[in-house]
Structure formats: structure tokens, C-alpha cells
């Protein structure tokens, strides 16, 4: 079980760079705290793995290539939704 501060540095580590993330895409009036920390979460799974595959490294903790990481999959998570809800 992840101590909680982990938990706590991934709520905030996901909500500011799902926060960012949303300005960027043009979305941020259309999303609220809990949205913008799911998005940011999982954005920084997918920005993990995106960074390994293109053999980057993952994101570790709390620096800013982790912070970048997080952003990136974040819009990419926002992308493809949009792409999704347009269907």
C-alpha cells in the first residue's frame, strides 16, 4: 500500500498537469478539479508509456521530466477523446 504521500503527490502532480494539460487543448471551462486529476493521472500512465517506446525513460516521481511526461499524455488522453466524442 502506497504511503500517503505518494498519494498525495499524484493528486497533485495529476491535477496541475491535467490542469495544463486542458488550457492547452482549449478545454479547462469545460472541466472541473476531478477531472482535471483523473486526466492527469492517467495522462501520466500513458505519457510513460509513450516515453518508453520511444525509449525516453518513464516518468519517476516528482521533477519535471515526470511533470512533462504527465502534460504530454494528458493531451494525448484529451485527443482522443475528443476524437471519441465526435463519433
Do not use: C, H, Q, Y
Amino acid at each position: 500500500m502506497p504511503e500517503i504521500s505518494n498519494l498525495i503527490v499524484w493528486l497533485i502532480l495529476g491535477g496541475v498537469s491535467g490542469w495544463i494539460a486542458s488550457m492547452i487543448a482549449g478545454k479547462d471551462a469545460k472541466m472541473g478539479l476531478f477531472a482535471n486529476i483523473i486526466v492527469g493521472i492517467i495522462g501520466a500512465f500513458i505519457g510513460g508509456w509513450v516515453a518508453g517506446l520511444l525509449g525516453l525513460g518513464p516518468a519517476t516521481g516528482l521533477n519535471l521530466w515526470s511533470f512533462i511526461v504527465s502534460v504530454v499524455g494528458a493531451l494525448i488522453l484529451l485527443w482522443l477523446i475528443g476524437l471519441l466524442s465526435k463519433r
